[in-house]
């Protein structure tokens, strides 16, 4: 079989059946808020250190 090719008799049947009740409800576990981060160094200062990151073998 190459690569990509589909064959349906490896596919297998599952049972997907379950009670909606038993389902994980994403509404239940909503956050309102904010939130701020300041790390205190300037743009030229990260993109410094990203290249040293980067040239670092």
Request: hydrophobic share 25%; glycine share 8%; aromatic share 8%.
């Amino acid at each position: 079989m190459g690569f990509g090719s589909y064959d349906e008799s490896e596919q297998q049947d599952v049972d997907a059946d379950f009670d909606e009740e038993d389902a994980v409800q994403s509404s239940e576990n909503t956050h309102d808020g904010t939130i701020e981060f300041e790390n205190g160094a300037s743009s030229d200062e990260l993109l410094d250190r990203l290249k040293e990151i980067k040239d670092d073998p």
